[in-house]
């Protein structure tokens, strides 16, 4: 076994996407027996199915950790404490782990590295535990 690895729990074939759908399984690069299956929005003891959630504005990820962005549902509900409560939680299993690098659903905004939701329209950005690792210094790298 080599060093731990986070992967996006949906990435895996759990149950845990806001529609409630489970994603083919992907193959990564990694031995699976190192990877640690997280889903930030889960844990924060967000529903399964849930409605989607977007930013409020092009400062995405970065912009919900500095308080200048908030994360909102579909319905109009701020969800912004719980995705921070969410990378949070995230970052202390990485942190147990010693985890130095992260498999991440693109456009999640949880897990997106390189697009997002914004407002209902795709835009270059990152998720809000993505944001986190990323300050953090662990490697991010985002999985269609
Ligand atoms: S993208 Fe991240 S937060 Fe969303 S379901 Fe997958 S693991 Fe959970």
Request: with cysteine.
């Amino acid at each position: 076994m080599g060093e731990k690895v986070i992967v996006s729990a949906c990435l895996c074939g759990i149950r845990c996407r806001y529609n409630g759908k489970i994603l083919e399984k992907r193959n990564l690069p990694i031995d699976m027996e190192d990877a640690i299956l997280v889903c930030p929005e889960t844990l924060a003891g967000l529903k399964i199915p849930r409605t989607p959630s977007f930013f409020d504005n092009e400062k995405t990820g970065e912009g919900v950790l500095d308080g200048e962005t908030k994360v909102v549902s579909s319905d109009g509900e701020d969800r912004t404490d719980e995705f921070i409560k969410g990378s949070k939680k995230a970052l202390e299993i990485a942190k147990k782990y010693n985890v130095k690098k992260a498999y991440l659903k693109e456009r999640s905004p949880s897990c997106g590295v390189n697009v997002v939701y914004v407002n209902n329209e795709r835009k270059k950005g990152m998720g809000v535990t993505t944001a986190l690792f990323k300050r953090e210094g662990i490697e991010v790298i985002g999985v269609e």
